[in-house]
């Protein structure tokens, strides 16, 4: 949702998380775009358009506070030294709300809703960011199955245009 628009943007897609810090997220529709870390690189590809961003990970990198909020979100593991947590019992599981605690992730967003159902699993974020726009993602079809590795590597199609936009 963002706030210059009436009507939200709306997309599909799947997502696959390994814990720690390895994910991928193919969105599909008008828009459709692949990004993809290894927790070494991440990887942003726009089918669309043939090209890709590569940003590198774990080096001081602007990206490297945003990822680990993600990552630490997404696996709640150790989430209360990265967040401030307030929670509640709700009629089908659980909700929580999670207030970055470093500057640098306020940066990213400002507060992280999760809906957790009572077999805790996360059925819907909603994301505020620093400029009132809106990440609201709802989660189905969950599995456990192991991911192979493979899911987690990227590499761009032939012809495609790739940048690093921080130079790195």
Do not use: H
Not at 29 to 36: E, K, Y
Not at 60 to 87: C, K, M, R, W, Y
Not at 105 to 124: P, T
Not at 128 to 136: A, E, F, T, Y
């Amino acid at each position: 949702m963002i706030r210059l628009m009436k009507k939200p943007i709306l997309s599909s897609g799947r997502i696959w998380f390994q814990p720690p810090n390895k994910f991928r997220r193919e969105v599909k529709g008008n828009a459709p775009s692949v990004t993809v870390s290894n927790g070494q690189q991440l990887w942003i590809y726009y089918s669309n358009f043939k090209s890709a961003e590569r940003y590198p990970l774990g080096k001081g990198s602007p990206l490297d506070t945003t990822v680990a909020a993600i990552n630490s979100a997404l696996n709640l593991e150790n989430i209360e030294n990265t967040f401030q947590i307030n929670a509640a019992k709700a009629d089908k599981g659980y909700e929580l709300t999670l207030l970055p605690r470093a500057p640098s992730m306020k940066r990213a967003f400002q507060k992280l809703d999760l809906q957790i159902n009572d077999n805790l699993r996360v059925e819907r974020t909603d994301m505020l960011l620093p400029n009132g726009d809106r990440i609201v993602t709802t989660y189905s079809n969950q599995t456990r199955a192991p991911v192979p590795g493979s899911a987690f590597e990227f590499k761009p199609p032939p012809a495609t245009e790739i940048s690093s936009p921080l130079g790195q």
